[in-house]
């Protein structure tokens, strides 16, 4: 077996920024070395934002010359760095070294004169090149080089895993192959800065904010951007003059609630996106949600986009697992498999209804994490004790303070293996008495739940109540044989030692259908799978068909 990859030894991306597998030139400089400080979620969010307001989009023709096309660029001002990849068409995001280029790239544009239709005149950052004479140049374009934005397919994910040294190795590799990376982490914040464009038209001192697993180390390429809209003032330094006995406020409209208050604002940047913004498409708007949203479809970056906002708890999430995925490498390798897993076996889904979410089976990763001994990630009232004053944070009456300093936190002394710690979680699980007891990782430890959902996992910031509300005793009673028998399967492979290769072992045996059906599974009979199904699945893998167990695709 390879070597446990400890906190400050971890192979690929880690610390601050995870969202890379190679650190492009001219990139954020995040850190992941021994020496280097980790960085602050709200450093990275800070720098990758600006980084986003020098950036623009390009629709290119197929085949371009790429010198000539950034030579063409490079008259508004020096290119930081750039890239292209393959949507509708072949796109290029380039970012300048300074904000004033974007402007003077602008400057020299103007809204195409169509035929039968009319363009709606709105001045974004993303355009599109036309050749002058395209018959003369095509054919002598070489192709350019695309970067990928879509997750592995099934077939090469199964190569992958069929072919890794180990169990931690697969589990590693998956994380590598499925991780967000860094042209996909750039994409997401310059769409965002997009938005905040077309929302600044209402409200200028406004920021859109990538939240969820775009920014909190989970994310896996395919996954939805979450965005808050924030405008709230809170934080901004008052340039008030308090001279005399005066305070002025703004004339405000008043509505009866702060929800009616999110609706409206929801119901016009909606109407805002769907009449002026290029490339948004789709737009639904659902303001009647616990959550009011405006979803919709940013079809230049195909991401599915969820726009909310007064929502500063879920920021605060991000921030926490951010931490959490940030503090021992073996996290996000374990979270990315048990997602993966999950949504192998339909226990996730892209439809919402009685499913547990990722965000819920994250929770359950770190909750388990936390139950090792010695533990591998603190609890949240620990990282509560470690804060200091700038660190205090109440939202809507609750306390979210912890510490933001990712260096203060103690690296773990457990060395467990990533095999161990997959087997030991379905073990867990498999056996967990969801009936009686709540998952709570303020504290690290089970509670008696306070009513009788399925599934309790308290939410850790509004304590009162529970994330996984919606989750089916159906549900939950398909997730424990599913990992009873994942645990089951882990075991046989251990117990039969290194043979040879000729099934699916490891990682890829758990991500494969249950080869027990269902009514077998809950009368709890378990059979060794016979040699002929092995044969049949791994054929079907091979042949990468739309029905394929292993797809992955989330949206
Ligand atoms: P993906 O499935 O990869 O999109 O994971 P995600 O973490 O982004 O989940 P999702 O898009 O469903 O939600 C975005 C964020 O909203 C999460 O990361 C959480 O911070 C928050 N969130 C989602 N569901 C809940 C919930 O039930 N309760 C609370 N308090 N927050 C939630
Ligand atoms: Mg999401």
Known sequence: LRPVF??????????????????????????????????????????????????????????????KFLKYLSQHGPINNHFFYEGFGLYAVVEFCRKDSVYSLQGGIHTPSLGTEAAIPFKSRFFNLKLKNPSSQ???????????QLPPSSKKLFEILYYAESIDDQLNSLLRKFQLTEEN?????????????IAAAYFPDCTVRPFGSSVNTFGKLGCDLDMFLDLDE????????????????????????????????????????????????????????????????HQPSGFQCDLTTNNRIALKSSELLYIYGALDSRVRALVFSVRCWARAHSLTSSIPGAWITNFSLTMMVIFF?????????????????????????????????????????????NTETLELLLKEFFEYYGNFAFSKNSINIRQGKEQNKPDSSPL????????????????????????????????????????????????????AA?????????????TKKRKKPGSETVKNLLESIKSNSTENPLSTNEK
């Open 6 to 67: 400890r906190r400050l030894n971890c192979p690929g991306p880690v610390a601050a920024d995870l969202s890379r597998e190679e650190q492009p030139p001219g990139s954020v400089e995040t850190g992941s070395e021994d020496k280097i400080p980790k960085k602050r979620f709200s450093e990275v969010q800070k720098e990758r934002r600006e980084q986003a307001q020098r950036t623009v989009l390009i629709h290119c023709p197929n085949k371009i010359n790429e010198r």
């Open 234 to 297: 809170f934080g901004k330094v008052s340039t008030n003059k308090n001279v005399g006995n005066f305070l002025m406020e703004y004339q405000v409209k008043n509505v009866p609630s702060e929800r009616i208050a999110t609706q409206k604002i929801l119901s016009v940047i909606g109407e805002c996106l769907d009449h002026l913004g290029p490339g948004c498409v789709g737009i639904q708007k659902i303001l009647n949600a616990r959550c009011p949203l405006v979803r919709f479809s």
């Open 369 to 413: 994490l936390q139950r090792r001994s010695p533990p591998i990630l603190p609890t949240l009232d620990s990282l509560k004790t470690l804060a200091d004053a700038e660190d205090k944070c109440i939202i809507e009456g609750n306390n979210c303070t912890f510490t933001h300093d990712l260096n203060k936190i103690k690296p773990s002394g």
């Open 138 to 148: 095509i054919s002598e374009q070489p192709c350019v080089e695309t970067t990928n």
């Open 456 to 507: 309790h996992i308290q939410n850790p910031f509004e304590t009162s109540l529970n994330i996984s509300k919606n989750v089916s005793q159906s549900q939950i009673q398909k997730f424990v044989d599913l990992a009873r028998e994942s645990a089951w399967i882990l075991e046989q492979d251990n117990k039969n030692g290194p043979s040879p290769r000729i099934r699916p072992w490891g990682l």
């Open 185 to 197: 982490t750039k994409l997401r914040y310059l769409t965002c800065s997009f938005i905040e464009d």
């Open 510 to 522: 758990v991500l494969l259908p249950s080869v027990v059906n269902s009514k077998s599974l809950t």
